[in-house]
């Protein structure tokens, strides 16, 4: 099993920028992928980004060029760098690991608004 932990969410104005951490419990390199997600008000979750034990990412049209994943197996954690936000980027963002099992994390709330 894993636990995961996000941090960084938080509220900010259209244009601007943040970073997301997801802290495991445990060494991530065994994991075979691992991701963000989010589920907006009213909405579905949804697939914002992965990332696989050999480093390939995937993303959301939405997101491309806009947001980068990256994985820090030293640190056991990965991270969302989301630049250029827009209101429609505000949700509930989720940390995902796939090993066998899915595993979630809490989820951390980011809003974006003028």
């Known amino acids: 099993q894993v636990q995961l932990v996000e941090s960084g969410g938080g509220w900010v104005q259209p244009g601007e920028s943040l970073r997301l951490s997801c802290a495991a419990s445990r060494s991530i390199f065994s994991i075979d992928r691992m991701g963000w997600y989010r589920q907006p008000p009213g909405k579905q979750r949804e697939l914002v980004a992965t990332?696989?034990?050999?480093?390939?990412?995937n993303y959301a049209d939405s997101v491309k060029d806009r947001f980068t994943i990256s994985r820090s197996y030293g640190k056991n954690t990965i991270s969302l760098q989301m630049n250029s936000l827009k209101p429609e980027d505000t949700a509930v963002y989720y940390c995902n690991a796939e090993q066998i099992s899915v595993y979630w994390g809490q989820g951390t709330q980011v809003t974006v608004s003028s």
């Open positions: 990332i696989t034990r050999s480093g390939s990412a």
